[in-house]
């Protein structure tokens, strides 16, 4: 078929047309369901120009429409204008579904198709429960190749084959994961594992790649049975030394072509744990009609708790993130001291400079965040040489992070500049109330994501104000920014063992943000520990804060803050000047480190 001279949503419909599908739905996603995904699965953007990370889009003969969560509203707004493409706005619960606004758009025997590579089993069946939901209708999902790759023949970037090394060391501890997993398999009495997340297969591996931009993870899939490692990756991505360390590490290593025939080999014989989050119904496949158990992808959990090499680790990581983070503000504040115009896309130049100087700095965590005054409004703005605008009377948000070999970063940080109206210091005074809230709560093991969330939201709350998004993730060692099982937001309700446990590293970062005007958050990176006090009652837990920059008290109301809040602030203060006084810091660095560490006086 020809598509060259069609726009990308001609050219799909022609595409649906010809395989007798009268609607489609395409998620951003890649075969592994990666939340960042490479430029040659950039689907949603080469079809609509909307250049968020998550969204869904439902293309039917004669309609179009995107959906995306509240920290794209804006952003889809502006860049689907003029376009076909109608913007539905999702909000958690209870919202309009892709399924809902297919039945709306297409007659009762409609095909609606799906990417069965691109989804997970748990999204498939809850797209069938709904239909199923919908009355006097035939309409049926459709799971096929994706069509896509009929459509998007021209300019399609190719599939990454970037070239992956092992961490520092780490080559020797494959063993000993290779077994925790073993471990964890018995546990579930299950025989094999499949491994197609990333992050996962290199956690296990104690290897980094760079084929998805900010996440330092490359494409491959893993089978691990009790006695047998298969590592399906392209030869050219290893090396000739990393292959003969990874087989002497018990690994054997095979082209991606063999995968799916393996895995369905394997599965006649072995009994697999299957997570129908984690996994694609591609994959589902060659399994479902095997005996099998569904249950979480074991891996999640082994990762999200860190050693105390990677505390270690992440300590060190954490003091070359405040380095160049202390580098950055001090260049920023003699730039404008001395009149100079700084942008925001100056902003983000001159912070990914000062990381990018790290000898073991890899890579951004994600794209820099550099946001003033009315674009601090949009959680997740970006500054492009189109929009970028000049620092002026108003607030800076710059929201950032690293990967480097020990560890991995993230931070936002408020600074005023110029002329800073009460409400803005009122809104940021807030914002922190709601940090230190969370950051200094003790709780006990197993409490949900959604409990703590309320924690950091009650000083919001108290001042009628909210926020849309999450309070708080998982952070990878070395690894995806976002790491997951655990997170803190209001629809993270699970306990017990999927709630939170020691020795994870999790952000908080509360929010408020007021549409045309400003935006406020404050986040640091929070290492859950056990208490030292002894309670009959549960183990309980407190944070530690790992993350190390000074935070502006210029642009607080401390009148508004209590003396608890005020000696966290200090406390705070004197362990990031006591941690970063004696690195390797420019004299500039190190009199803005003075300055701005200096403590507070107690008002309440």
Known sequence: MDTSSSTPLDALRQVLKARNLDGWIMPISDPHLSEQVPDHWQSVRWLTGFTGSNAVVCVTEKKAALFTDSRYWIQAEEQLKNTPFQLIKSNGVNTRTPIDWMCSETGKKANIGLAKSLWSVGQIHEFERILLNKPNHSRTLQLVDDVVDLAWTE?????????????????????????????????????????SSLADIAWLLNCRGSDIPNNPVFFSHMLVTKNEAHLYIEPIKLGSSLLTALESHGIQVHRPTYFEQDLRKKAKSHKFIFDPNCQSFAIYEQIYDLPHKKGQAPVLKLKQKKSQDEYRGIRMAMEHDGIALLEFYAELEQRLTNGETVTELDVVQMVDYQRAKCPEFLDNSFQTIAAFGPHAALPHYSPTPETTLPLKDGLLLVDSGGHYLTGTTDITRMSGIGQVSQAMINDVTTVLKGMIALATCVVPVGTSGSQLDTIARQPLWAEGLDFLHGTGHGVGYCLNVHEGPFYISRYATATGTDGLQKHQL????????????????????????????????????????MTLCPIDTRILNVERLTVKEIDWLNHYHAHVKKVLTNTVLSPRARRWLEERTKPIAKYN
């Open 155 to 195: 300019s399609r970037p190719s599939k990454p084959l970037n070239v992956i090394k092992p961490l520092p060391g780490g080559l020797g501890k494959i063993e000993t994961k290779l077994n925790r997993l073993r471990c964890a398999l018995d546990k579930e009495k299950v025989e094999a594992v499949c491994l």
């Open 506 to 545: 999790v952000s908080d970062e509360p929010g408020v943000y007021r549409k045309d005007q400003w935006g406020v958050r404050i986040e640091n990176l929070i290492f859950s520990k056990e208490t030292l006090k002894k309670s009959p009652f549960d183990e309980f837990l407190k944070f530690e804060v």
